[in-house]
């Protein structure tokens, strides 16, 4: 979660309420991981997942977005969520407390 690695780095971006779709970057090792795809699962929040530690290309793509969004320190599980007019959302970490997660709108 965003308590364990830097706090004043790590904030919650305010999502639309219509988002098409969310795509973890993940690492089977990563506790916070498996908690995050769980509670989509849970809710029923449509995503998709990509292990970064089992695909370089994958990890390739997790680097190349992170540098293109000028985001320097980089923590998984890295969430990307694209509203219905293309405009990406970039989220470190995972908070189940916040409201974002629950007007996802999927």
């Known amino acids: ?6 706090p004043a780095t ?7 309420q219509k988002i098409a779709k969310v795509e973890v970057y993940g690492a089977t090792w990563c506790p916070a ?13 449509q995503y998709t997942v990509y292990w970064v530690d089992k695909d370089d290309g994958r990890n390739a793509e997790l680097k190349r977005i ?18 219905t ?6 989220q470190m970490g995972f908070d189940p407390n916040d409201p974002n997660y629950m007007h996802l709108g999927l």
Not at 73 to 82: G, N, R
């Open 1 to 6: 979660s965003c308590a364990t690695h830097n």
């Open 10 to 16: 790590c904030k919650h971006p305010k999502l639309p």
């Open 33 to 45: 991981c498996k908690v995050e795809t769980e509670f989509f699962d849970t809710h029923k929040i």
């Open 66 to 83: 992170a540098n293109e969004a000028g985001i320097r320190e980089l923590y998984i599980p890295f969430t990307v969520y694209t509203d």
């Open 85 to 90: 007019a293309h405009k990406r959302y970039f």
